[in-house]
């Protein structure tokens, strides 16, 4: 993934809560075709990528996000949102021809994209489980199956329709 | 005897049980498993460090070794069925987890498009052929092979999460072992911390969700501290090493040309289990077995005599230890697009013109973040797990450990992708002079 997808996907969120939903958002998006390069591994809470957990932190560290942290019943949540600066970036870097294609790329998943970033938490997590399952080969029923005897929950099978329309 | 000793630099005894764990001493005599001790654990670190001659046959044993101190200390509060039923797929995982890797070890997964743990489910599925390994797991459980191979596989489910996390996480039975033997056979000293305080106060922990994670009480937070500087010093000063990178560059572009001449039909005097691995695009195991360093090393032998220039250069410099010199780029501007791409094009420009062909002469090395700096966790609590954060419990919950230790700060805090490369030596002076004058 890029630092621009990055911050397109979190100028579309306007402010983005929470790292994990970070995490499923760009998951999903590419389970739905999305260009948007990063490995996934399974972890406890869902499919994670250290590669965007990285891109994410480098681009706080040069002031391309800025970066606050709240805190809930777990620890601390962080938020994230566009520099003034970038936003102006993103608009010069699209008015080049490199950076129109890019723009290109993206455009149709930014409607997929903005009713993601509204999802619930745990419905992005467990939907996220049931896609990971379901792209590895298994069906829908044997990838919920999976996917609840993983999270040992049978709430992760609310999720099926979210997990569902993201790949449609 | 009742019990099999093997010498170890670094347990100096690692002991096998015959009469409970002989089982473990006919998979060791596995032909799959012998292999490994024709594979070097550091790939061509050799070339850096001469005393790297360590295979991946002692790390699998050291791994057992330390597997079995696990398992130990887990039975000590509590013998529960579920640590006894776990005991004979662990260190068979721990034994064979390393099966399936290629000569030089992850230094020719890109050459060969090989993806070594794949071919270790392979090698214990036996999924096309029959394989010793497959043969001796049946004998003692007909579901041991799945078992296995399900716990070697990052991204299964199958098995207790516990049971994977002592194999695979950011504090591992397989890091424990590797860091401390990579630093004894190099040399290098940087691999040293208190392992054996680390492997004997480990806890599990069942979180609010039923997952069971490993952690650490307070007692061992320095230990787990003076791991992740071992860690982070030995991915700098050997993993890292310039001139072993050099030298992985040189083999892998050494590799591409001599397929693409394959492609077009030249004759390259293949080695027979060369010749028979690239004649199919779907090797079978026994034919990905018979790739050995040895086989590689002798078909190298045979490029030098190539008449293709470039190959014939790179086959004879490999094996003179004629090595690259490395150059950093300039330092690249913040900005959202990346901006090496010209500076990358002047080098190539360079290396063209003084009668070298890029493809071979300018090689890249794209050093991930991840081993540039390879304790990297998770900062939001609700995404920690094992696999990206160690943690310490603090009154009754887990606490990544950098966030206990201000010293760790510095280790944990996000690089950058590395990026360097690799130009004949005569060139070097000039690829400095551009890299200093560039604007």
């Not at chain 1, 950076?99 to 009713?115: D, H, I, M, R």
């Not at chain 2, 214990?124 to 459980?141: A, F, G, M, P």
């Given at each position: 993934?890029?630092?621009?997808?990055?911050?397109?996907?979190?100028?579309?969120?306007?402010?983005?809560?929470?790292?994990?939903?970070?995490?499923?958002?760009?998951?999903?998006?590419?389970?739905?075709?999305?260009?948007?390069?990063?490995?996934?591994?399974?972890?406890?809470?869902?499919?994670?990528?250290?590669?965007?957990?990285?891109?994410?932190?480098?681009?706080?560290?040069?002031?391309?996000?800025?970066?606050?942290?709240?805190?809930?019943?777990?620890?601390?949540?962080?938020?994230?949102?566009?520099?003034?600066?970038?936003?102006?970036?993103?608009?010069?870097?699209?008015?080049?021809?490199?950076?129109?294609?890019?723009?290109?790329?993206?455009?149709?998943?930014?409607?997929?994209?903005?009713?993601?970033?509204?999802e619930d938490l745990k419905q992005l997590e467990y939907a996220s489980t049931i896609v990971f399952f379901h792209r590895q080969g298994f069906d829908w029923p044997t990838a919920v199956e999976k996917a609840e005897q993983f999270k040992q929950t049978p709430a992760v099978r609310m999720a099926l329709p979210l997990a569902r329309q993201a790949m449609a | 005897m009742p019990a099999k000793i093997f010498r170890d630099p670094l347990y100096n005894y690692i002991s096998i049980d015959r009469e409970r764990d002989g089982w473990l001493l006919e998979l060791l005599d596995t032909p799959e498993v012998q292999r490994l001790r024709r594979i070097h654990q550091l790939g061509v670190s050799y070339l850096t460090y001469p005393g790297a001659d360590h295979n991946r046959l002692a790390h699998s044993l050291g791994?057992?070794?330390?597997?079995?101190?696990?398992?130990?200390?887990?039975?000590?509060?509590?013998?529960?069925?579920?640590?006894?039923?776990?005991?004979?797929?662990?260190?068979?995982?721990?034994?064979?987890?390393?099966?399936?890797?290629?000569?030089?070890?992850?230094?020719?997964?890109?050459?060969?498009?090989?993806?070594?743990?794949?071919?270790?489910?392979?090698?214990?599925?036996?999924?096309?052929?029959?394989?010793?390994?497959?043969?001796?797991?049946?004998?003692?459980?007909?579901?041991?092979?799945?078992?296995?191979?399900?716990?070697?596989?990052?991204?299964?489910?199958?098995?207790?999460?516990?049971?994977?996390?002592?194999?695979?996480?950011?504090?591992?039975?397989?890091?424990?072992?590797?860091?401390?033997?990579?630093?004894?056979?190099?040399?290098?000293?940087?691999?040293?911390?208190d392992f054996f305080r680390l492997l004997n106060t480990f806890e599990l922990y069942t979180s609010g969700d039923g997952g069971r994670e490993i952690v650490w009480p307070e007692k061992a937070m320095l230990a787990v501290e003076e791991y992740i500087f071992a860690r982070y010093y030995m991915y700098q000063n050997v993993y890292l090493h310039k001139t072993t990178r050099g030298f992985e560059k040189m083999l892998e572009a050494m590799w591409r040309r001599a397929r693409a001449l394959h492609a077009g039909g030249a004759k390259l005097a293949l080695v027979p289990s060369l010749r028979d691995f690239w004649a199919t695009s779907e090797p079978t195991v026994q034919q990905y077995l018979r790739l050995e360093e040895f086989t590689v090393l002798m078909q190298i032998q045979n490029w030098t005599q190539n008449s293709d220039k470039a190959l014939s250069d790179l086959a004879r410099r490999f094996l003179a230890r004629e090595r690259f010199a490395m150059i950093d780029p300039p330092p690249a501007k913040a900005g959202l697009a990346p901006t090496n791409a010209p500076w990358e094009a002047a080098l190539h420009d360079l290396v063209k013109k003084a009668g070298y062909d890029p493809e071979m002469y300018c090689l890249k090395d794209q050093v991930k973040a991840k081993y540039n700096q390879p304790y990297f966790p998770e900062k939001e609590a609700d995404e920690q797990s094992v696999k990206n954060a160690i943690r310490i419990m603090v009154n009754g919950k887990p606490v990544e450990v950098s966030t206990l230790l201000e010293r760790l700060k510095p280790l944990t805090q996000v690089p950058v992708d590395r990026v360097r490369y690799y130009i004949p030596k005569d060139l070097h002076a000039r690829a400095k002079k551009l890299q200093a004058d560039w604007r």
């Open positions: 993934m890029t630092r621009y997808q990055l911050a397109k996907l979190v100028g579309w969120a306007d402010t983005l809560r929470s790292r994990k939903r970070l995490q499923k958002v760009v998951y999903l998006l590419q389970a739905a075709g999305c260009p948007l390069a990063a490995e996934f591994s399974l972890h406890h809470y869902g499919p994670y990528s250290e590669e965007l957990a990285r891109l994410t932190d480098e681009m706080v560290r040069q002031s391309f996000l800025a970066e606050q942290t709240t805190d809930n019943s777990v620890g601390k949540q962080y938020v994230y949102c566009l520099t003034p600066a970038v936003s102006q970036q993103i608009r010069e870097l699209e008015a080049t021809a490199e950076g129109t294609e890019w723009a290109a790329e993206l455009a149709p998943f930014e409607a997929q994209a903005k009713q993601l970033l509204k | 791994v057992v070794y330390l597997m079995q101190q696990a398992l130990n200390h887990l039975q000590v509060p509590a013998a529960g069925e579920h640590i006894n039923r776990a005991r004979a797929p662990l260190l068979a995982a721990a034994l064979i987890h390393d099966v399936g890797h290629g000569p030089f070890s992850h230094l020719f997964e890109p050459c060969l498009g090989i993806d070594h743990e794949v071919w270790s489910k392979k090698i214990i599925l036996c999924e096309d052929q029959d394989t010793h390994v497959n043969r001796v797991l049946k004998e003692v459980d007909p579901s041991l092979p799945r078992t296995v191979a399900d716990l070697i596989d990052k991204d299964n489910v199958e098995q207790p999460s516990w049971m994977r996390y002592l194999l695979s996480s950011q504090l591992d039975m397989d890091r424990l072992d590797y860091l401390r033997r990579d630093s004894l056979f190099t040399g290098a000293g940087y691999g040293h911390f």
